[in-house]
């Protein structure tokens, strides 16, 4: 699997249903809050993923990947690229078939250990803005061939 690969990410938009933020805040004006109310508006469930959080969004929050209780499809990582290499190996661990870094976080050791695990790998890039170009391909494609 390559990096950052559209038919990768129109698939996961396609397939997932549950999505776990980590770092998601319950402060309204972090990007990851609104990314998170964005992606409940598109009908994903999110999971919060941060020690200092009880609930975000209505959702119970986890102090870490490990202690999630249900498979998720997306592992979404609003942290500081140092940071990221530890929760890429939790996601392994879980099992999660994706990761996703969010814009400006860029982590090349983590890149390469999750596609080495077979994960697919999103890097640098932000779900809300990829999701919207994805869902306005899907409605260019229904209209065109209706």
């Given at each position: 699997?390559?990096?950052?690969?559209?038919?990768a990410?129109?698939?996961l938009?396609?397939?997932?249903?549950?999505?776990?933020?980590?770092g998601?805040?319950s402060d309204?004006e972090?990007p990851?809050?609104?990314?998170?109310a964005?992606?409940?508006r598109?009908?994903?469930r999110?999971?919060?993923?941060?020690?200092?959080?009880?609930e975000v969004?209505?959702?119970?929050?986890?102090?870490d990947?490990?202690s999630?209780?249900?498979?998720?499809?997306?592992?979404?990582?609003?942290?500081?690229p140092t940071?990221?290499l530890?929760?890429?190996e939790?996601?392994?661990?879980m099992?999660?078939?994706?990761?996703?870094m969010?814009?400006g976080?860029?982590?090349?050791?983590?890149?390469?250990?999750?596609?080495a695990?077979g994960l697919?790998?999103?890097?640098?890039?932000c779900?809300?803005?990829?999701h919207n170009?994805?869902?306005?391909?899907r409605?260019?494609?229904?209209?065109?061939?209706?």
């Amino acid at each position: 699997m390559a990096l950052n690969d559209p038919a990768a990410m129109d698939h996961l938009f396609a397939t997932a249903k549950i999505i776990a933020i980590v770092g998601l805040s319950s402060d309204e004006e972090r990007p990851s809050h609104g990314v998170a109310a964005y992606l409940q508006r598109q009908g994903y469930r999110i999971i919060p993923v941060n020690p200092y959080e009880r609930e975000v969004l209505g959702e119970r929050a986890y102090r870490d990947l490990q202690s999630v209780p249900e498979r998720v499809d997306i592992v979404n990582i609003f942290r500081r690229p140092t940071a990221v290499l530890p929760h890429v190996e939790e996601a392994i661990a879980m099992g999660a078939p994706a990761v996703w870094m969010q814009l400006g976080v860029v982590n090349q050791r983590a890149v390469e250990r999750a596609l080495a695990a077979g994960l697919a790998v999103v890097q640098d890039r932000c779900i809300a803005v990829e999701h919207n170009r994805w869902r306005a391909r899907r409605e260019m494609s229904r209209q065109v061939t209706a």
